[in-house]
């Protein structure tokens, strides 16, 4: 079991640029989610799936797309990258129901310039 | 979804036990509390959470309020390594949503 598998683990991008940050999970849950971290901040949901072809937008979707064809898979597209989006990201997935924690992944760091 | 309220910070002693409290005064009846820590950058860890039961896992224990508006995480002995960012979350049944708030940040001193 891998868990929660994030990639890279660091990108920098110039402003404008494009990029997928990659999430997979091998522990066959239903939801997940994608979380973005500024310095001294707390996490701020993004972007979250309760299922395969179901997505619904957190609290910062803006400039951000997501979509959801495999269990395992949930991918977080930049549109076009502000220097605002430098931030730590957090893929994080559950079993469904309210009797389960989720499983974080070790964060992508993003910086744009 | 409820919100939380936390003290912005909390010493303890090495050894003594941390008692971190939350408060969720709006708190539904199909609303879970969760407890998360972050220690450092790294992602967040769950802890444990509980419905309307106080719960004990090899971490930690969770105590909850017979009407639910309030609950306390203890940890039993802290050690320095429990130094962290500790959330305490109300996630609604069947909601994949987790909101985080700002959290408590424990400092645990030698």
């Known amino acids: 079991n891998a868990g929660v598998t994030q990639t890279p683990k660091f990108q920098v991008l110039k402003t404008g640029q494009s990029m997928t940050l990659q999430c997979a999970q091998d522990?066959?849950?239903?939801?997940m989610s994608w979380y973005r971290q500024d310095p001294g901040m707390g996490l701020r949901l993004i972007h979250y799936?309760?299922?395969?072809?179901?997505?619904d937008q957190g609290e910062v979707p803006n400039g951000y797309n997501v979509s959801r064809s495999t269990t395992e898979d949930f991918p977080l597209r930049l549109l076009s990258a502000a220097p605002s989006q430098t931030s730590v990201y957090f893929c994080?997935?559950?079993?469904?129901?309210?009797?389960?924690?989720?499983?974080f992944g070790s964060g992508t760091r993003l910086t744009v310039v | 979804d409820a919100k939380t309220t936390q003290p912005p910070s909390m010493d303890c002693a090495e050894g003594r036990a941390a008692n971190l409290p939350c408060n969720h005064s709006?708190?539904?009846?199909?609303?879970?509390v969760y407890w998360y820590r972050q220690i450092h950058s790294q992602g967040p860890q769950y802890i444990i959470h509980?419905?309307?039961n106080n719960e004990t896992n090899e971490m930690a224990s969770l105590i909850i309020t017979e009407d639910r508006k309030s609950s306390t995480l203890i940890l039993p002995h802290a050690t320095l390594r429990d130094t962290a960012v500790y959330y305490c979350?109300?996630?609604?049944?069947?909601?994949?949503?987790?909101?985080f708030g700002q959290g408590t940040t424990l400092q645990v001193k030698p």
């Open positions: 994080a997935s559950s079993w469904t129901g309210g009797d389960y924690g989720y499983t």
């Open positions: 522990m066959n849950h239903e939801y």
């Open positions: 799936s309760v299922g395969a072809g179901i997505t």
């Open positions: 709006t708190i539904s009846g199909n609303e879970y």
């Open positions: 509980g419905l309307k």
């Open positions: 979350i109300v996630r609604v049944e069947w909601s994949g949503k987790l909101i």
